[in-house]
């Protein structure tokens, strides 16, 4: 159970990524078809943001059945390769180490640091299946925005073993990711002026969220990830009614 109470927490700190809030503004711009200019210059408009929000659900939808069915295929190949666990957690582990420096700032990686959507200069002419498209286009080519913290999810989704558990935990971590999207939605105009002064702020989160996940990958790649998990599980007071 510890380990979707574990991806659920990870997808709302993912949000916090080098280039995910700094790319709000141009989410904003294609799912209302506005400039960046003019959304700085924005009035609070209650039905703008009744769109806004609309736009952001089906944005959500989007990666949420695209990370979910992510989730499912790392719990099938685990399944295929229960005999070479051993591997797995050293490749993995290692994996996870390098992208928690990247995000500490010890190694650079410039290919994560940054996300070029198809079609982020231009309008997208909003509406819902825009957004939609703009979601999957997210999850698909921009995953790596968030590397450090999904890979390390979809790593612990696989060693379940079940196709099952492996969507669930997935779409737990969507759900996560799923809760700043909203919030940024109704409080778009106030959101876009404070995104320049959020630098600073973010490198600090970087550098706890980097250390957090080097932990992570030492854990994975030493077999000994069920210590967290066992932690975790101490920690809270319930059990849920499905997996572990």
Do not use: Q
């Amino acid at each position: 159970m510890s380990v979707y109470i574990i991806a659920f927490l990870a997808g709302i700190i993912s949000f916090i990524s080098p280039c995910i809030i700094p790319m709000l503004s141009v989410y904003f711009s294609m799912i209302t078809g506005l400039s960046l200019k003019e959304l700085r210059n924005l009035p609070s408009d209650k039905n703008l943001k009744k769109y806004v929000l609309g736009n952001t659900l089906m944005f959500i939808l989007a990666f949420t059945i695209v990370f979910t069915l992510a989730g499912g295929a790392a719990g099938l190949m685990a399944g295929f390769l229960t005999k070479y666990e051993r591997y797995f957690e050293f490749v993995g582990g290692t994996l996870v180490i390098i992208l928690g420096l990247n995000l500490v700032g010890i190694i650079k990686l410039s290919f994560i640091n940054s996300c070029n959507m198809p079609g982020d200069k231009a309008k997208f002419g909003s509406g819902y299946l825009s957004s939609f498209v703009v979601g999957i286009i997210f999850a698909v080519a921009c995953s790596h925005c968030i590397g450090p913290v999904l890979y390390s999810i979809l790593i612990m989704a696989g060693s379940l073993g079940s196709v099952t558990n492996g969507m669930l935990v997935m779409f737990l971590f969507s759900i996560g990711l799923a809760i700043p999207y909203i919030v940024a939605g109704l409080y778009m105009d106030k959101i876009i002026k404070l995104i320049h002064k959020t630098h600073k702020v973010s490198k600090t989160l970087n550098i706890v969220t980097g250390t957090i996940i080097i932990a992570l990958g030492i854990l994975i790649l030493t077999g000994n990830f069920n210590l967290l998990t066992t932690f975790t599980a101490k920690l809270i007071p319930f059990k849920l009614p499905v997996g572990m």
